[in-house]
């Protein structure tokens, strides 16, 4: 099974919402889906880097989604303008350097809660608002196994995974629920890689765009494939 990145569905007058918007996947994906016609309401804790996604016409917000007071401000605003949601991209994210032996329990804490807690929180707020549609979790290959000095983020990718099969599980039905691996790309939280995030685009917008027929509790790589939960195929594709 692969997603068709040719030909990724409707998205003109599809309501999105991307958390993390500011930068990175997150503002390369709410420009695109504007792009297609898809009405977009994206947050971030950084509120200059959304001025550029308002100019071209998403509905912004500035938010912490670990918060949940945030959270529900962000729903408030997706029901009030919108109307109601069609998609979720559950983005945002952050990536500590530092080796669990060495990490502050206050910056455990943290890391679980804007990449793991937040997700859960994000997608349990935005179910009123949605008749049915497609939740995206994004994840990282490092979910798959340990790496110095980003176990942390390891471990909450991890979970992202879990969660991401735990609510297709749960829903089923209408909604369709995937993870989304977009690989090494040049973002705010990797500044030297060499790809530019728009290489994950068009798989999120196929993702954004599924229906009630789609795929749902799987994980998708960038190339549109599905990428295996079982763990000794994920570390062949790493490399390990």
């Not at 309501?15 to 997150?26: C, E, I, K, P």
């Not at 200059?48 to 989604?65: C, F, K």
């Not at 176990?151 to 369709?176: H, I, W």
Request: hydrophobic letters at 45%; charged letters at 20%; proline letters at 8%.
């Amino acid at each position: 099974m692969a997603l068709d990145l040719e030909h990724p569905g409707r998205l003109s007058g599809r309501r999105v919402l991307v958390t993390g918007g500011s930068s990175g996947f997150g503002r390369a994906l709410s420009l695109a889906l504007l792009e297609a016609g898809a009405k977009v309401v994206t947050c971030a804790r950084d509120e200059r880097g959304l001025a550029p996604l308002a100019q071209a016409g998403a509905l912004t917000v500035p938010a912490d989604v670990s918060k949940p007071g945030d959270v529900s401000a962000l729903m408030v605003l997706a029901r009030h303008s919108l109307g109601g949601l069609d998609a979720v991209i559950n983005n945002a994210a952050i990536l500590p350097r530092v080796r669990l032996s060495d990490q502050s329990l206050a910056d455990w804490r943290r890391t679980l809660e804007i990449n793991l807690s937040a997700p859960w929180l994000v997608t349990r707020e935005a179910l009123p608002l949605m008749r049915g549609g497609s939740i995206v979790m994004v994840t990282s290959g490092l979910g798959w196994f340990p790496m110095e000095p980003y176990n942390s983020y390891a471990v909450s990718k991890a979970g992202v995974n879990l969660l991401t099969r735990a609510f297709a599980q749960e829903l089923g039905g209408r909604f369709r629920v995937n993870a989304f691996d977009p690989g090494t790309a040049r973002t705010r939280m990797n500044p030297e890689a060499g790809e530019p995030p728009e290489r994950a685009v068009p798989a999120l917008l196929a993702l954004a765009a599924l229906g009630p027929d789609g795929p749902t509790g799987l994980c998708f790589k960038r190339d549109g494939r599905v990428m295996p939960w079982d763990r000794e195929p994920a570390l062949r594709h790493a490399g390990r």
